[in-house]
T-cell receptor, first 111, second 110 residues
C-alpha cells in the first residue's frame, strides 16, 4: 500500500496570506489527523477528521481549519498567516485504531 | 495539563551497544503508547506500541517497557546501528489524540 502523501512538500508564503495543505491517507484509512511541528513547541495536535467530520480538536486558533472529503483525503487551511506559523505540518492516517501513520510533512515558511 | 516528557534530550551511543530512551507520562488514564522515530526531513515513523494491560512488548531489535506505577515508558534498541540515528518520540493516545514528548536525539558513533 502507498503511504500517506502530502502536498506540497515545501511552501513559502508571506504574512497575511492564507495557505491550503493537502493530505491523502493510506487507502482504507478513514481517520486523518493533523499536527504542527516546531523546534520550540514540538509536535502539537491540530485536529482529527473521521468520515468527513471533525472528531477532535487541539488548542489552536480559529485561523487553523480543516476538512475531509468523501474519499478520506483531507485539507487544512491557515488564514492570515503569521511568522509563528512557520512549521512542519504533518498529516497522519489511521484505520480507526490507535496507531497513526505519518506522511512526510509540508514545510511551511512564512516571511 | 496532560504532558509526555523525556529525561534526556540527546543520547550518544557506540555502534553495537544497546540504547535506552526514557519517557515519563502524566495521564494515568492513557491506555495506549507509541514510539516513533523521525529522521531528518521525514515524518515520524511508527516503531512499536504497547497497551496499558501489558508491561513489555518486543519487536525486531526493539523492546518497549511500560511501568504504570511510576508512569514511565522506555524504548530499548539492541545492537544500535548508524541507521538508528534519529529523534525518537514517545506518544500517549488519550481520547483519540496523540500527545507527544519533546523527543530524544539518538546519535550513534563508530
Amino acid at each position: 500500500k502507498a503511504g500517506v502523501t502530502q502536498t506540497p512538500r515545501y511552501l513559502i508564503k508571506t504574512r497575511g496570506q492564507q495557505v491550503t495543505l493537502s493530505c491523502s491517507p493510506i487507502s482504507g484509512h478513514r481517520s486523518v489527523s493533523w499536527y504542527q511541528q516546531t523546534p520550540g513547541q514540538g509536535l502539537q495536535f491540530l485536529f482529527e477528521y473521521f468520515s468527513e467530520t471533525q472528531r477532535n480538536k487541539g488548542n489552536f486558533p480559529g485561523r487553523f481549519s480543516g476538512r475531509q472529503f468523501s474519499n478520506s483525503r483531507s485539507e487544512m487551511n491557515v488564514s492570515t498567516l503569521e511568522l509563528g506559523d512557520s512549521a512542519l505540518y504533518l498529516c497522519a492516517s489511521s484505520p480507526d485504531t490507535d496507531t497513526q501513520y505519518f506522511g512526510p510533512g509540508t514545510r511551511l515558511t512564512v516571511l | 495539563g496532560e504532558s509526555v516528557g523525556l529525561h534526556l534530550p540527546t543520547l550518544s551511543v557506540q555502534e553495537g551497544d544497546n540504547s535506552i530512551i526514557n519517557c515519563a507520562y502524566s495521564n494515568s488514564a492513557s491506555d495506549y503508547f507509541i514510539w516513533y522515530k523521525q529522521e531528518s526531513g521525514k515524518g515520524p515513523q511508527f516503531i512499536i506500541d504497547i497497551r496499558s494491560n501489558m508491561d513489555k512488548r518486543q519487536g525486531q531489535r526493539v523492546t518497549v517497557l511500560l511501568n504504570k506505577t511510576v508512569k514511565h515508558l522506555s524504548l530499548q534498541i539492541a545492537a544500535t546501528q548508524p541507521g538508528d540515528s534519529a529523534v525518537y518520540f514517545c506518544a500517549e493516545n488519550t481520547a483519540d489524540k496523540l500527545i507527544f514528548g519533546t523527543g530524544t536525539r539518538l546519535q550513534v558513533f563508530p
